[in-house]
């Protein structure tokens, strides 16, 4: 019973190695995962920079409405 077992357990193990169909899918995960990090490290560079953008575009806009 217990050599059926391991038995199992090896041909189980060496179908999964030499198996790719997940492989695919694990990198695309993997990428997602990696370009999800450097969105959340930029954001508040990114926030920051948007905010000076916009506080230069209102201001000149309050200045040429003021004209």
């Not at 694990?26 to 969105?39: C, G, K, R, S, T």
């Amino acid at each position: 019973m217990k050599e059926l077992r391991l038995k199992k357990l090896r041909h189980w193990t060496r179908r999964l190695l030499k198996e790719e169909s997940g492989q695919s899918i694990a990198e695309y995960v993997l990428i997602l995962f990696i370009v999800v990090m450097i969105a959340m490290r930029l954001k508040s560079t990114l926030k920051g920079q948007m905010e000076k953008m916009l506080g230069k575009v209102g201001g000149e806009m309050d200045s040429f409405s003021s004209e």
